[in-house]
């Protein structure tokens, strides 16, 4: 992969930190990366590989940062994205919010993390929880002891340290699904899938030996076989501490869970997924006049299931002003800054139609420049209820000590790129 | 400000860390360091500081001797002597009890990137890889490549590559990975490190214990190996077939390049892989970071040359969200356009319809160019969807459209009527320059059946003095030219304004030459200008390319996974802009068209491939008309099937090392070996090999992509020659063209069996000797010169015998191939 060096830039291209790792590319060809974005941007050809000479800049946004690689090599480009954006999420976890400002207060943190991930351009120990065992914030807080090997960096469970103790030892599963949906202009879902995560929140003292059950629908779609009524899954990634020859074999999911939060799988299920909130909308567009919106929101899961928070956002032209509202249910709010109309449920049963109005009025001088059409998007979030069908059937803990453990486990399907497209 | 604050902050921070107070108290110290650090971020230059810097290392505080290596390693090439103060202090660091410190000495040791200090680093380094602590080990490991790299002359201890090697069986596998990282950079002149048997099958037995950075790393340098045996190849992939299916993007591409090289000469298991591995790739296309996607989207466009129908029921996935970068809409675009079948159409220009419309100008546009792709298969819906575009009135989506119209006609000659319709009255909507360049050509081109035309140039021309841009006014001069051709009574008069105005008041000498020429032209004659600028209004022959045959895996393998499959689209992006090389190959300029008619010599221009082939045949059929004497013809009929061809060759190959050279003549075949030196022509690409070779009856029926060694191309034909009275005298040669790389010497010897056998033929043969002396001498000459240069192999192999047709084929063939080859130079 080789990356030659590593820069945080600020949105104005100054360099925050930067790291030489291989001494083969001059550190201040960095100065050409802003004003190369910027020649980019006005062409309309920005594109995440930009390049000046024979040096290469990959680069990716992240809040108010710039995350740039440069390299002088025909080098792995996808591997480089992994790793600009394994750095972010390891700055995340350590200073919860990736931006200039943590930075800027945390530099001494970030030089010693930027040392121990990368080394001559290859990325060496990149796994957060074991970072985190020997780079410590309060380590700034000056410790002279603080400084003692961890042996997770040798040890044969990487992401667990020996020794943990809680008082109460209890584990929480949450099955989370994301719906993305786009539906077309004239009510045709064009693309649907689910994007599915089991978490775990562990509380668990010592080396417990964990076993998780799932239902077999979902079992034997993750493995592939019978193709008949089982979900078919794809994209499905286990955390490291799960055993895959055992999954393999026997489909059983066995692990030493990693303390604290962490994904335990994810997946992805592409199937025609109906629509859970289904939008019907009417935009009228008076020119010089007003604008006239109708939207019926309609729940099209279970009766006995509630989707709270339903955040309806409907696209408005720029120069609309006096806005009117009507709705069955719910608030309608005008968010000029964003050209929206927000319709809030804070509950919407299965089955129910709700419907809301809004009138604008344009002004009669008509905007000159053209419009972009954005799609009315959905936000929703159903608690006790898969769209898969994904159940966690039993979580079995154990552990030499024989403590007694309790698993909670929660389910949501909430949306996720949740668009639907409007004729206006 | 931290530029102007400088020097005061240098002196400040100097005199705290000189200050003894501070010295003595460990966190006061640690933080007068934490500042100067921070100063050094802002790009202030505290390199003054170097020697107190060099003091505070000296700590038993691990974070503050970071820091000091972090400032250490900033500044060392700057002061090479004080840095030498600093060894000390690592070296004892290596000797430190906790290998963190170990490993922390180690690698800055090796950061500070002098070459005077490495005399000193070789003592530890060794040492360190024989630590017990695996994290002192990886840094040691890594230590030997930074130092080889610093030093890329010096040769590294034979016994320390030995030790690397076997630490390749270090428990730790990053180590094992650092490892193979190091000899890679190493031995990089030998080629990297040496993958062997055992190396290969403990690598991939421990494939599973890497992170998928070391996965990456490993699956990556595996791809030279070639397995011994076929069953070896099988058990490796089926060994590495669950991570073809990788969910990390990174691993999957990895694995599948791997199984690309190592299976190169199975196409049938890449196809399988490619396959497979269409589902996880589809899956990074929806990934969650676009950079990811964009890779992911790019990398399946190469896919696609060799699959064309790999992903054609999963278009939807190329659909464009809205919030999308308009790179990866591009892209997406493109995707779309080599997926559309009969199935999909409508969706898939629905689709495209709606991005036509897009605020992002550059989206819309290339939206709109999409469309015109499609159209070269789909014409009529696309048409109607670029004609109902039109309506819009909008410049840039008028203007893309015009062009679109403009190259498609250009292909596509059967939608020349729907154009002409929809063009008129668009005129007033356009306003850049490469949308009414494209407009003028159309006039030009189709001015008979465009009713408004003469009125449309009339107000160009009446407003040419204030038109800026040369582009506008020398394509104004083609198309008032060639419409005065079909509509005289019309034109003739603003002809002879523009004229004036171009020779007598235009300042710019390209425009006045173009006019002037054009003056002349007229005097010259209606029917010469008629035969010089109503040349040829299409080309569908551009349109076959489109359609083109899946493409061997091997050419785009060896960039797949790479950096160069994301850059080259901002080359193929821009072709799919306005200003692109593209446009200027499908624009018939008409020089052009001069070119054709006049056959004058080749004009310099920007040409693509597939432009290039066509040229090159056309020059090569001028050529060889008056390099052959004696009237023989080639034809392709009969049709000889690959499998027939396999056949007739194998036997023929088995019966000429049955008998050996000599004797041959004792059947009723020839077979011949020749050497002709035209080394460019490796670097054809196999469309314009084909075309040159088709143009002159000649059919190839499988070749080897353009830079691969051994490079080899079948090919066969029929010969004809009428000049006697009697039955037309037939054969059939089939030919193989090979270059081997190393093949010079064994040519050359060949060449004299070739000769002895020529003489045996008696009084024919000699004149055609004489003529292959020459042409010998000549390529020893060149021999001489360039050494380095490889010859082409020609082997041939004819039924029945007639060995002056066989001499002329060979004349034709070599023409062919030393135009191609001077083409390419």
Known sequence: ?424 | MPYLGGEETVRELRRALSNPNVQSDPLRYRNTILKVIRTMSQGVDVSGLFSEMVKACATVDVVQKKLVYVFLCSYATLNPELSLLVINTLRKDCQDPNPMVRSLALRNMTNLRLPSLVEYVEQPLTAGLRDRAACVRRVAVLGWAKLHNLQPSSEIDAAVVNELYSLLRDPDPVVMVNCLRALEEILKEEGGVAINKPITHHLLNRLKECDIWGQCEVLRVLQRYRPQSEDELFDILSLLDSLLVSPHPPVMAATLSLFLSVSSSLPAISLAALERVSGPLLAACGSGSREMRFAAVCHIQLLLRSVPGLLGPHYKRFFCGYAEPAYIKERKMQVLVELVNDENVAMILDELKGYCTDVNTDTAQAAISAIGHIGRSYSDRCLQILTGLLGLKQDHITSAVVQTMRDLVWVCPQCSDTVCLALEGCEETLQDIQGRQALLWLLGVYGERISSAPYTLEVLIDGVRSEASLGIKMELLTATMRLFLCRPAETQDMLGRLLHYCIEEETDMCVRDQALLYYRLLHCGIEKTREVLQGRRSDPSLGVLIGRPAKPVSQWACCFNTLEPLSQGTVEAESASRESPEHMTYNPKPNADLSDTLSCSHIEEVHSGSDNAMRCSDSSTDVLASSIAAPLSLSLSPAVSPEDFEHLWLQRQALHTERGAEKIEEVDCAWIEECVRCPAVLHCSPQSLQAAMQLVNIQTLAFTPQHMLPWRVYLYTHTQRSHSMDAPNTTLILGELLCSGEANQKAGVKKGTAYSEAEAEGKEGQLVRKEMDATADRLRVSEDRQEEEEGIKVILNQQPKDDDALRQFLTILTTVLNTLSSEKD
């Open chain 1, 1 to 424: 992969m080789s990356a030659s060096a590593i820069f945080v830039l600020d949105l104005k291209g100054k360099v925050l930190i930067c790291r030489n790792y291989k001494g083969d590319v001059d550190m201040s060809e960095i100065d050409h990366f802003m004003p190369l974005l910027m020649q980019h941007e006005e062409e309309g050809l920005l594109c995440p590989v930009m390049s000046h000479g024979n040096v290469h800049f990959m680069w990716i946004k992240h809040s108010n940062l710039y995350l740039v690689a440069t390299t002088n090599k025909n080098s792995n480009a996808s591997l480089v994205y992994a790793f600009l954006y394994k750095l972010v999420e390891v700055f995340t976890e350590y200073f919860k919010e990736l931006e200039e400002e943590s930075i800027q207060d945390n530099f001494v943190v970030v030089y010693e993390l930027l040392d121990e991930l990368m080394d001559f351009g290859f990325p060496q120990t990149t796994d957060s929880k074991i970072l985190q065992e020997y780079i410590t914030q309060e380590g700034a807080k000056l410790e002279v002891a603080k400084s003692k090997v961890p042996t997770t960096v040798t040890n044969a469970v990487s992401w667990r340290s020996e020794g943990i103790k809680y008082k109460k030892n209890e584990v929480f599963i949450d099955v989370i699904e994301s719906i993305n949906v786009l539906v077309n202009a004239n009510g045709s879902v064009m693309s649907s899938d689910i994007v599915g995560s089991i978490k775990l929140k562990t509380m668990l003292s010592g080396m417990p030996e964990l076993r998780l059950g799932l239902n077999d629908r979902v079992l034997f779609g993750l493995t592939g076989r019978d193709k008949g009524k089982t979900v078919m899954m794809e994209d499905v990634k286990f955390h490291q501490c799960v055993r895959l020859s055992r999954f393999e074999s026997d489909r059983t999911i066995s692990f030493i869970p990693p303390d604290g939060e962490s994904e335990l799988m994810s997946y992805r299920i592409n199937t025609h997924v109906k629509p859970l909130i289904w939008i019907e909308s009417i935009i009228e567009k008076f020119s010089h006049s007003r604008v006239e919106i109708m939207v019926k929101a309609k729940g099209q899961f279970k009766k006995q299931s509630v989707a709270n928070n339903v955040e309806v956002r409907v696209p408005v032209p720029s120069d609309a002003d006096s806005p009117k509202f009507k709705t069955s249910t719910g608030n309608a709010k005008y968010v000029p800054e964003k050209n929206l109309v927000v319709w809030t449920i804070k509950s919407f049963p299965g089955g129910k139609e709700f419907l809301m109005r809004a009138h604008f009025g344009l002004p009669s001088v008509e905007n000159e420049e053209a419009e972009s059409k954005p799609p009315i998007t959905v936000k929703f979030e159903i608690p006790y209820f898969t769209v898969s069908g994904i159940q966690v059937r039993y979580m079995k803990i154990i552990e030499k000590s024989g403590y007694q453990a309790l698993p909670w486990v929660r389910y949501i399907t909430q949306s996720g790129d949740y668009q639907l497209r409007t004729n206006v």
